[in-house]
């Protein structure tokens, strides 16, 4: 049997991915983050850029990735700063229009979301055709380590709410970490109309409005080490107001 690493770069055929990072004080996570996308798709050898959307944070997070780009090289960190903190689906619109890869992937800069899991997003991919595929972390081994009992409900709590207004046929409606085609992805930003917390859902809803194809991938996510939770009141209420905009229309 050939060695794994061999069998992926055979797979690849020419494919790219480019990873979107929107960053807002993020600082003492990005070196981790970047140096662990670049251990994991250099051991898979799949092709990739990272683009680090930092929303104009005032914590330094831009100089920081400035003197990673310096260490990986411009080929591999491309940095597409904002002025200011635009929104998470404005970030998106802005990194597919820099993004060279025929697919992408979207996920939290704030070490959640292990970089370990995208060779397994990529085979996933591989294995169906799938327009998307979506990390979950209500399948299979996936889990959530590091919330309190508060932040545990909130979650379950959502999703489960989801799955009973909009029957999306995937079970983790409001996470973060996910492979799209290029032209899948925007096509479902152009649509949504969404905004914070809400925004993953729709995502996930509007694709199966469009007849994609999701296919996911159990992941383990741990809560952030450095930094703030940004998830607050009024993150709940606009996921209502959204969850309920979306059943009336949808």
Known sequence: MAPRRSTNKSQQRGDKYSVLLPTYNERENLPLIIWLLVKYFGDSGYDFEIIVIDDGSPDGTLQVAEQLQKIYGEDRILLRPRAKKLGLGTAYIHGIQHATGNFVIIMDADLSHHPKFIPRFIEKQKEGGYDLVSGTRYRGDGGVYGWDLRRKLIS???????????????SDLTGSFRLYKKEVLERLVERCVSKGYVFQMEMIVRARQLGYSVGEVPISFVDRVYGESKLGGNEIVSFVKGLLTLFATT
Do not use: D, H, S
Request: hydrophobic share 45%.
């Open 156 to 170: 379950r709590g959502a999703n489960f709410l989801t799955q009973v207004l909009l029957r999306p046929g995937a």
